[in-house]
């Protein structure tokens, strides 16, 4: 479970808070929805529930504990991000060593890392793409890869910044399921930012509207 307590955030050099005393809980097994304005924060609150951003005041405990003390890689572990353009962050060879990079920096052994790179590879039907590099795949299948990726760390929350973006109705669908699936079978929290509102009304459990 995530929990955002009185949390306000300020850009530097920016004039107001772009958040100010928010409250949410984000719990497993459950789809979460943030949705709202242009410039109302969205993104803002999922860079520092990751981790990338810290919150000016208040405080976000991943199952109890205060993210405050914890740096980044730390926090990865725990919560998984994937951005609105997975380009962003895949830029290994080919699939397989994107989704063992960070196993590697684990320190995990040789044969454990094989064993849970072919897992995710196969939950995510990326089995046949193993070799391929990501600039030869679509989005839907890129974004596969980046879930693959940090669910592989062995994280149970995942935080999505726009994923049905750019995406058709097939890829859509295929993204929606997929989650589903993730919810269903790791009992991830997930939580994603959206302006999709039948995406939203489709697959997500409830949705949060930020004010502004």
């Known amino acids: 479970m995530i929990e955002v307590e009185n949390i306000s955030y300020t850009y530097p050099k920016g004039a107001a808070p772009v958040l100010k005393d928010l409250w949410a809980v984000f719990k497993r097994g459950e789809i979460v929805a943030v949705s709202g304005k242009n410039g109302c924060g969205k993104t803002t609150l999922t860079k520092l529930l990751a981790g990338i951003l810290r919150p000016d005041t208040g405080r976000i405990l991943i199952d109890g504990r205060d993210t405050a003390k914890k740096d980044l890689f730390e926090i990865g572990q725990r919560i998984g991000y994937v951005f609105q353009n997975p380009d962003r962050q895949l830029f290994c060879e080919t699939v397989y060593?994107?989704?063992?990079?960070?196993l590697y920096n684990l320190g995990l052994k040789e044969e454990q890392i094989k064993q849970k790179a072919n897992l995710y590879l196969d939950h995510f039907g990326l089995t046949g793409y193993r070799e391929d590099h990501h600039a030869d795949l679509s989005r839907g299948e890129k974004q596969r890869v980046a879930l693959a990726a940090v669910l592989a760390l062995g994280t149970d929350h995942l935080v999505l910044d726009?994923?049905?973006?750019a995406l058709d109705m097939r890829g859509r669908r295929e993204l929606g399921n997929t989650l589903l699936a993730l919810k269903r079978d790791f009992d991830c929290c997930i939580v994603l930012v959206s302006h999709e509102a039948d995406f939203m009304a489709r697959y997500a459990d409830r949705e949060l509207v930020m004010p502004g």
């Open 97 to 102: 060593k994107e989704i063992t990079f960070g």
């Open 162 to 165: 726009e994923p049905a973006a």
